[in-house]
């Protein structure tokens, strides 16, 4: 089993930054893909960015593609997601995943992660 948990959260003006992070813990793997996801209240869970852990290539919505950054640290086992330039219409919970199963394929389904954090509130207001 791997155990993930998201913080970093919390509330910030429309224009401000905020840095999430995402720890892994439990069993590991020669490689692996981790992303985030967003859910905003009444929608669906939607992509956001994934990072493949070996080599660190990334993946970005068009939505966030040059203002959010993902990144991961090695050596603590930990993801992030630097948010710059933030909109009202990013206010969500982020949810962050992972996964072993590397596909050649895009990787942004809610599918295609099996395992999945609590999730961290994300509030922009205007």
């Known amino acids: 089993q791997v155990q993930l948990v998201e913080s970093g959260g919390g509330l910030v003006q429309a224009g401000g930054s905020l840095r999430l992070s995402c720890a892994a813990s439990?069993?590991?793997?020669?490689?692996?893909?981790m992303g985030w996801f967003r859910q905003a209240p009444g929608k669906e869970r939607e992509f956001v960015a994934r990072i493949r852990w070996s080599i660190g290539s990334t993946y970005y919505a068009d939505s966030v593609k040059g203002r959010f950054t993902i990144s991961r640290d090695n050596a603590k086992n930990t993801m992030y997601l630097q948010m710059n330039s933030l909109k009202p219409e990013d206010t969500a919970v982020y949810y962050c995943?992972?996964?072993?199963?590397?596909?050649?394929?895009?990787?942004?389904?809610?599918?295609?992660?099996?395992?999945w954090g609590q999730g961290t509130q994300v509030t922009v207001s205007s």
């Open positions: 995943a992972a996964d072993s199963r590397i596909t050649a394929g895009t990787m942004t389904g809610l599918v295609d992660y099996k395992y």
């Open positions: 439990g069993r590991t793997f020669s490689d692996y893909i």
